[in-house]
């Protein structure tokens, strides 16, 4: 059965999703562009061939269709939403119009006309600059592909061809080779192309299939049969393992499973440290997130409920009322002693309303957003607020104030508050009297007059993404500077540190609700600088829940001084330091 | 002609969703052009291309940043393109495209 003849030779590639393996191989070779027949056809034949083309485009959609049902019940993402694409391609007469007219006018034959038309495109597609839009070309071979099996009467070559488990190999994979391949005969992928971000990678994670791409030449090399050992959480391949190579793998595999076991242990427990000192994991939604996703991690309530989608879904303005009834229905959801944290509006920026027409700004990110919008347009600011202290009645509810920048901005924003009590007080309307207001600090001049923002507001929360990108004056999604967005900048530490213990200095709570709050090396760090609570993504829960549970309060103490001492180095120099002292404290976490 | 030109409605735009003008933003894209009486145009870089079209928008290569022209020519132009707009700067409301 298993053929391990050969010399053991190591592969590097990207780790598109997690997990060890090991197997017997079977390479899926992708062959259609050499397959494919091309023959004359006589005039008289033009219709029937044109008749046979629409027949297979008929039963490509229906076979995409039940494809796209198949994973959506396997996957609770939005991939299936790439199949619906491939239906409206199939569905765009430009494209059936193109294979008509090649029959047409050079009198081939269907499966050479598809071929033609499919090739011309994705000679386009592989001449774009952009590297994910010319990977795009998949789509486009997937649909050909599938429409010239159709039309041989050949059926899923992969899916017929592999009867017993196995670790694939291939060039590459398309989604729909991806999903239509048995799932419990498949242990693990591992192909010569394809990046982290290909749907053939996104599915292998939404799966839980382990897999490595984008090797180079595995396929080449690989034959059926041969042994195989894929670790898609270090990115590497093995082919011919020896002894020594299977036992490593068997010990990380077991590593991994007893590591996600005792994330399920630590569900229902509360976050602390391994000397029980409390560190509350809270969660970062949007309307969009359902109570049982919170419980699925374990969350202990909302540290930013980002109340812009609401504008985003209706796409205006929601009244006061139907503000109220949202902003209830979430802290309805949550325990009784679990506290939720509104943002008021945050748009602005890339994120601008299509009713408001407002002039386009030459610098989005330094203009009229999120609390400055508010100022200048009191009446939402108004509707939202009101919305806010109503829903107060129904649980432990705070309001964020997101990008103040100069203190007027919290004062006025605390005297638009108080008139809008005062207006609820008229009206015989019930609040919390006593409800927290805190300030969102993620411009560096905040951070610098902390001071004087904590004398007027009860909490900080300090909003990492836009904090790094003001301070290192870095978009980090462009490319060409994205190298410089760098979270354990001594600046930015710095700051952080600031807010904090201006923060402490009057009794206001530190949260931490940027991305940093979720990596669990960050997170330690700003642990012993003294963030009280973290607000995350909520499947980052578990981890960062598991990892506290190991460490001991003063491990993250003494980690924040020695990195106080360390502001002269480079940002990559410190967080590899505090990366290494984790991985010696939780030495099996998989970071 | 003047009758025509008159609903005729243009609007640059930028495509800021993180991963660009494939095939998820194209469809969205192309279902709400489809729902409108009017002629839609993408036009990037000089290449006009329909905007009724999955396949003719993925082909402009669009990524995140690129400066799109939309141009509807129509009964419902002005509606059309307020649509497409928002649409294209709330970044297709996908939020995988989001940050």
Known sequence: MRSNSGVMRVFKGLPASHGQVAGTVYVFRKKWREQVPEYDISAVLISSEIERLQEAFTLTRHQIHSLSAELCKRVSGSESATFEGHVMILDDPVVIDKCQNKIKEQLCNAEWAVHSVVSEYAAIFESMEDEYLRERVNDIYDIGSRLIRNLLGVSDMAASLVTKPCIIVAEELSPSETISLPRHLIMGFATDRGSLTSHASLISRALGIPAVVGIGNLSEIAANGDYLLVDGTSGTVILHPDQNAIDELNKAAEINKTFNISLEELKNKLGQTKDNVRVPLIANIDSGTTISDLEAVGAEGVGLYRSEYLWLALNREPTEDEQTEAYTRAVRALEPDQEITIRVLDLGGDKIIANSKKPGEANPFLGNRSIRYLLRNPDVFKRQLRAVLRSSVHGKLQIMYPMITVLEELRETNQILAECMDELRREGRGFNENIKQGVMVEVPGAALIADSLAVESDFFSIGTNDLIQYTLAVDRLNESVARLYQPAHPAVLQLIDMTIKAGHAHNSKITVCGEMASDPVMAVLLYGMGVDEFSMTPNMIPLVKKVFSCIIRDDALQLAAEVRGMYAQEASTLYQYCKEKLLRLVPNVPL | ?99
Request: charged share 25%; net charge negative.
């Open chain 2, 1 to 99: 002609m003047e009758d025509l030109a008159a609903r005729r409605v243009e609007r640059k735009v930028c495509l800021s969703n993180k991963y660009g003008l494939h095939i998820r933003p194209a469809s969205l894209f192309t279902k709400v052009a489809s729902r409108y009486n009017a002629d839609v145009y993408v036009e990037k870089e000089g290449t006009v291309v329909s905007g009724k079209s999955i396949l003719a928008l993925m082909t402009l290569g669009a990524a995140c940043g690129t400066e799109l022209l939309l141009t509807a020519i129509g009964e419902q132009s002005s509606e059309a393109i307020n649509e497409l707009a928002g649409l294209v700067s709330r970044k297709f409301d996908i939020p995988e495209e989001q940050d």
